[in-house]
Each structure stands twice: as structure tokens, then as C-alpha cells.
């Protein structure tokens, strides 16, 4: 790995573990994402008083983060690409694209962002989609290894659309391990993986992609129960989390960021997380 990309490494993860908050939702397109995002400058400001380690953002958006004063905020992961699959309806023609076509990485260079995270979808029998998303990243590996800029690759498992309404994830282990292990082949530095359905089989992700693994948080649940989940992920050697709307949608988000980040960082239970997060709220 070349040095740049070791510097901006060293901006994301702390003692090799990373807590990275997702709010690069609204290029989505989907309203339910939207809910505890509309004050983005408060979103923004809260987040960066609560100390992650990263806020993952689109380029719009980024100034919010990068133009508070001071050296003390988090690292910026910047979103690079979009596309439609995140919706309740099948679409027509299904498709993901990079945000800026000319010079992918051109936006997050320009904002000093410490990486870049683009998706691979693979949804039941869309097979050009999952060739865009491909080609995406032929591009992006190129230029990530021309300007030192690390890759995060997001390896998206989907059940058909029919299932439940909207393509939600697919746990299973098998696809997850193949195509986490594709993502790797293509020069994945950073790993975003969903979460197995059995988290005891999450060895097999970290041990397929050979780099950093975050987990992809997905839509919001039980708050107690995402603890539990996030501390048998992060004993099968997760190395953090990139969480979104398991924290902004919670009543305090500041004290989920303290919560994930004692578990990320001190190796806490979930008992011990939920008692740090009750605090917060008590507190607030």
C-alpha cells in the first residue's frame, strides 16, 4: 500500500478499529431514509461533538463536516456513486453510476476526504447492474492507486424484490463470502459487509477479504438487540462498524456513537454498551 494511502488509513482507524456513521442517504432517492436527517447542519454538528471516528457523506453535503474549525473531528468517507435499488418498487431499468463520471475521485480529493466507498450490488437477475458496479470499480481502483486514495468496496447481497417489498439483505453466508471475496480481488482496501445471518459465521467474512471489514448497520432495529448482534460481530474480528440510521434514527445518537465506540474501542459487552448508552440518554 502506497504511503498516502497509509496516512488517510491512519485517519480512519484508531488501533485498527473504525466507527463510521453513515449519513449519505439522501442520494438514495427513498423518503424512509430521510427521517432524522432533515437538519443536516445539526445532524452534522451533533455527530462531530459525539466523537466517531468517521462520518461517511456525499460531496453536497461535505462541507458541513469539513469546514468546522479545528483539528479534532472525524475522518471524511465519501460516497462516491448512486443508484436506485434501495426503493420498495422494481424499477424498470435498474442502475448505479458514479456521482462524478469524468474524474471519479476528483470530489472527495477536493474535500480531503480519507476514503472513498462505492457498492456492488448483486440483485437476483439483474445482471447489468451488476456489471455497472464492476466497471465502477475498475475505474475507481485505477485512480485510488494514482492518487494514494483508500477503497472501501460494499458487497451487496440482495434478496429478490417479490420477497418482502424492496430488495432487503440476503444473510446468507455463502454469497456473502463470495462476494466480499470479489470485492477483495478488485482492490478492495476497506471491506463494508452486511452482517451474516448466523453472526457466528462472520469469520469467514473477515477471513475472505483480508482487510478491514466494517458492518453494514442496515435499517433500523432494537437497540438493545443491535448491541448484541455488534458484539458477537465484532468477536468474530470485525473491525468496526458503518452504522446509519441504527444511530441518527435512535432518540439520542450521541449516545449510541458512545456506546459503539467503547464497544469498538474497549472492547466492552453489549450489557456494558447499553449501560453507557442508558446514561447518555438519562443525561441529555
Given at each position: 500500500m502506497y504511503l498516502s494511502k497509509k496516512v488517510r488509513m491512519n485517519r480512519l482507524f484508531s488501533g485498527g478499529k473504525c466507527l463510521d456513521v453513515a449519513i449519505d442517504h439522501?442520494?438514495?432517492?427513498?423518503?424512509?431514509?430521510?427521517?432524522?436527517?432533515?437538519?443536516?447542519?445539526?445532524?452534522?454538528?451533533?455527530?462531530?461533538?459525539a466523537g466517531p471516528d468517521a462520518i461517511q457523506m456525499n460531496y453536497g453535503q461535505s462541507d458541513l463536516l469539513q469546514t468546522i474549525d479545528g483539528k479534532n473531528k472525524p475522518a471524511l468517507v465519501m460516497r462516491v456513486d448512486m443508484g436506485n435499488p434501495y426503493n420498495a418498487e422494481r424499477h424498470r431499468h435498474m442502475w448505479a453510476l458514479m456521482q462524478n463520471e469524468e474524474e471519479p475521485i476528483l470530489t472527495a480529493l477536493r474535500m480531503d476526504a480519507a476514503c472513498v466507498v462505492v457498492n456492488l450490488f448483486m440483485l437476483p437477475d439483474e445482471p447489468e447492474l451488476f456489471k455497472q458496479c464492476v466497471q465502477n470499480i475498475s475505474r475507481l481502483t485505477n485512480a485510488c492507486e494514482k492518487y494514494g486514495m483508500p477503497l472501501m468496496i460494499e458487497p451487496l447481497v440482495m434478496q429478490p424484490n417479490s420477497e418482502r417489498g424492496g430488495y432487503l439483505v440476503d444473510g446468507n453466508a455463502d454469497k456473502i463470502v463470495t462476494l466480499v471475496r470479489l470485492a477483495r480481488e478488485m482492490g478492495a482496501d476497506i471491506v463494508k459487509a452486511d452482517p451474516t445471518d448466523n453472526p457466528d459465521d462472520f469469520h469467514r467474512v473477515?477471513?475472505?477479504?483480508?482487510?478491514?471489514?466494517?458492518?453494514?448497520?442496515?435499517?433500523?432495529?432494537?437497540?438493545?438487540?443491535?448491541?448484541?448482534?455488534?458484539?458477537?460481530?465484532m468477536r468474530q474480528g470485525a473491525h468496526g462498524m458503518v452504522y446509519g440510521r441504527n444511530i441518527?434514527?435512535?432518540?439520542?445518537?450521541?449516545?449510541v456513537v458512545q456506546a459503539l465506540m467503547a464497544m469498538i474501542h474497549q472492547d466492552v459487552d453489549a450489557a456494558e454498551a447499553w449501560a453507557i448508552y442508558q446514561s447518555a440518554f438519562e443525561a441529555a
Open positions: 439522501g442520494v438514495c432517492n427513498e423518503p424512509t431514509f430521510m427521517d432524522g436527517l432533515e437538519d443536516m447542519g445539526g445532524v452534522v454538528k451533533a455527530l462531530v461533538d473477515v477471513e475472505a477479504a483480508r482487510c478491514p471489514v466494517l458492518v453494514r448497520g442496515g435499517g433500523k432495529e432494537d437497540l438493545l438487540k443491535v448491541f448484541e448482534k455488534s458484539s458477537r460481530l441518527y434514527q435512535h432518540d439520542n445518537p450521541r449516545g
